[in-house]
């Protein structure tokens, strides 16, 4: 069975401070993709980074970075010097696809940011 | 490429009504998903389609619920009768596990009020 769990369901920061989101998976899978979504106020879903279980390497991409740590199955999210624009619900979730090519996607309940000025 | 569409973006029905949402996957997707958001049960799987085959139906709530995909570039979900606890937004997303390497693309969602 897989599992995403997002322990903050709400986060709110001042304006250019820092903040992290957890996100936690279980999955029996050796191979998977693990997924980071942002979901602004205007209500659609934006692909921000995806992972796959054989690359560890964190990534930084401007203000956003990803901690990937196998051994703790955690995948956080950083979000560095934070603005207004970053608030949004932040979605984690965790993608494994079978011999058969069938996808099983499993996303976290969600974090909601709110950046305040 | 025009993205995932859904229509309608708003719908609002009384109770007891029949509901019909379209999806247009991306062409070349063979993967589509509805989902359900909640605030309580944040976003749910309601069915996956493979290659226009349902393969996971598990979360469709009741037999109220039904969804087909009469072909690769159109998929329906359908609710007879509704009911006010259906209000949510649904999302449709597409994919190709090999192409996409798994990622989702999102349609902008139907928000549904059930009164």
């Known amino acids: 069975a897989q599992k995403v769990t997002q322990a903050q369901t709400e986060i709110s920061v001042v304006e250019k401070e820092d903040v992290t989101l957890d996100c936690v998976y279980e999955?029996?899978?050796?191979?998977?993709?693990l997924f980071w979504y942002k979901q602004p106020p205007s209500g659609e879903l934006v692909f921000l980074i995806r992972?796959?279980?054989?690359?560890?390497q964190n990534e930084i991409s401007g203000r956003y970075s990803w901690n990937f740590q196998k051994s703790t199955s955690s995948f956080n999210f950083t979000i560095t010097a934070s603005q207004v624009v970053d608030s949004a619900v932040y979605f984690c979730?965790?993608?494994?696809?079978?011999?058969?090519?069938?996808?099983?996607?499993?996303f976290g309940i969600g974090t909601k940011l709110q950046v305040i000025p | 490429d025009a993205g995932v569409i859904q229509s309608p973006r708003h719908e609002v029905t009384e109770m007891g009504q029949e509901v019909t949402l379209r999806c247009k996957p991306i062409?070349?997707?063979?993967?589509l998903f509805w989902y359900r958001q909640t605030m309580m049960r944040g976003l749910e799987l309601l069915i996956y389609?493979?290659?226009?085959?349902?393969?996971?139906d598990s979360g469709m709530p009741e037999d109220r619920f039904s969804a087909k995909m009469p072909n690769a570039s159109f998929s329906t979900l359908k609710i007879q009768p509704s009911e006010p606890r259906d209000s949510a937004v649904y999302f449709c997303?597409?994919?190709?596990?090999?192409?996409?390497?798994?990622?989702?693309?999102f349609g902008s969602g139907t928000q549904l009020s059930v009164l």
């Open positions: 997303a597409s994919s190709h596990f090999r192409t996409e390497n798994e990622k989702l693309f």
């Open positions: 999955t029996r899978d050796t191979t998977y993709y």
């Open positions: 992972r796959n279980s054989f690359d560890e």
């Open positions: 979730a965790l993608s494994v696809t079978n011999s058969g090519g069938y996808q099983k996607v499993t």
């Open positions: 062409s070349g997707h063979n993967s």
């Open positions: 389609f493979n290659n226009n085959v349902p393969i996971d």
